[in-house]
């Protein structure tokens, strides 16, 4: 059990550039979560995954975010002409097959996206 | 919509005090309870959970108890260890109104030697 691994664990970018994540959770488990934590907050869910099927969208999720997990293995999140506000800590978790209420879930180091 | 309320931080001890992190919540459904404690420099990770009221649960020392009169989900322990300053995050999922689990704010302890 390697745990959940996220790339890149730090990235700068400028106001306007796009960014991309990785998740690669553990490996026999079939649900995937992504989310959003600032400073001194919980994190904020932002989208989750089934297999290959993405099952729920946070508001939070405009249309600049897109996610996908084409494989059911491995997700990646994008994020197109970031802006100042989207500099948080991206967190990915995954969970194995279950009832969704009861999961425990396993989370990555996460990713921390600073734009200028 | 559902939300989780946790007492506010830094809370400081002293080696080997009584914790109470206090967690009050909001939801629609039969939620489970959750609480996640991230280390310095480590992900969060699961301390302890329980799924339905009057169960409790324990982890490390560490226990709480499902409270549905009084919607809470309060975190104690007996005597607190150096080891144990963390960021303690309490959680709920509700499958009612789609997979979504919802975090409080966090809550710092730091314990003193």
């Known amino acids: 059990d390697t745990g959940v691994s996220q790339n890149p664990r730090h990235k700068i970018t400028k106001r306007g550039q796009n960014v991309t994540f990785r998740c690669d959770p553990i490996s026999e488990h079939n649900r995937l979560y992504w989310y959003r934590q600032t400073l001194g907050q919980g994190p904020e869910f932002l989208t989750y995954f089934q297999n290959e099927a993405q099952l729920e969208k946070s508001r939070l999720l405009s249309d600049r975010f897109s996610a996908e997990r084409p494989k059911g293995s491995f997700s990646t999140l994008e994020i197109q002409r970031t802006e100042q506000g989207d500099s948080a800590m991206y967190l990915c978790?995954?969970?194995?097959?279950?009832?969704?209420?009861?999961?425990?879930?396993?989370f990555g180091p996460g990713t921390r996206l600073t734009v200028l | 919509g559902d939300s989780v309320t946790q007492m506010e931080g830094p809370v400081t001890l002293s080696e080997e005090a009584f914790l109470t992190i206090n967690c009050t919540y909001t939801a629609t459904g039969y939620p489970s309870l959750f609480w996640y404690v991230q280390y310095p420099g480590e992900g969060l990770q699961l301390l302890l959970k329980?799924?339905?009221?009057?169960d409790k649960g324990s982890n490390k020392g560490f226990e709480a108890t499902y409270r549905k009169e009084t919607t809470s989900f309060h975190l104690e322990k007996g005597s607190v260890q150096v080891s144990d300053s963390a960021v303690y995050f309490c959680a709920l999922s509700d499958d009612t109104g789609g997979f979504k689990t919802i975090f409080g704010a966090g809550t710092r302890l730091f314990v003193k030697a």
């Open positions: 978790a995954s969970s194995p097959s279950g009832q969704v209420r009861t999961d425990t879930q396993y």
């Open positions: 329980a799924t339905k009221a009057d």
